[in-house]
């Protein structure tokens, strides 16, 4: 999934790709479970490459609370410029700037779109992934999922912090 810049000729070209969901590696945190739509705008000036696009599918993620499967709708925009790799002098140490988290480096006259899409999903994915918003999740003695069923657990524990408190009360 690499973009080809010596192909490009033209101050302003359009790219627009569906790539099969086959054609991304498992990864820990999610599977990529839709095709995925990559469209984007490329714009050239000389050796600089500005990519202004966005990346459109669906990812199956495990839901924090009851580790069953669900599936988030991606749908990310971006805006890179991507510079050669030879202008890459980060060897003193300096301040980060608003336009470095916007700014990539490119080689051999490709840019790895598979990274860049990996980036947007991670992107769109939040913190917690939650299957629904009231999701009950786990028992934490038996693991039942409280979503689709009850348990006999006990549910209050007891805190031995707070034992001799207890002992009073019930002597008092």
């Known amino acids: ?53 966005r990346v459109q599918s669906e990812l199956e993620l495990a839901c924090s609370r009851c580790l069953e499967p669900f599936r988030w709708k991606v749908d990310e925009p971006f805006e890179l410029t991507y510079r050669p790799q030879r202008e890459n002098t980060g060897d003193a140490e300096q301040e980060i700037e608003e336009r470095d988290f916007s700014s990539a480096f490119y080689q051999n006259d490709e840019i790895d779109l598979e990274q860049l899409m990996r980036e947007r999903f991670e992107m769109s994915m939040p913190m917690k992934p939650l299957c629904r918003a009231d999701c009950k999740g786990l028992c934490p003695t038996c693991g039942t999922n409280l979503n689709l069923g009850t348990c006999a657990c006990k549910t209050e524990r007891d805190d031995p912090r707070f034992a001799a408190l207890k002992e009073m009360r019930r002597d008092g």
């Open 1 to 53: 999934m690499l973009l080809d810049l010596s192909t490009i000729r033209s101050a302003h070209e359009r790219y627009e790709k569906v790539y099969r969901p086959e054609a991304f590696a498992p990864d820990d945190d999610y599977r990529v479970a839709a095709p995925v739509a990559l469209a984007l705008d490329i714009y050239k000036d000389r050796e600089t490459f500005r990519l202004v696009g």
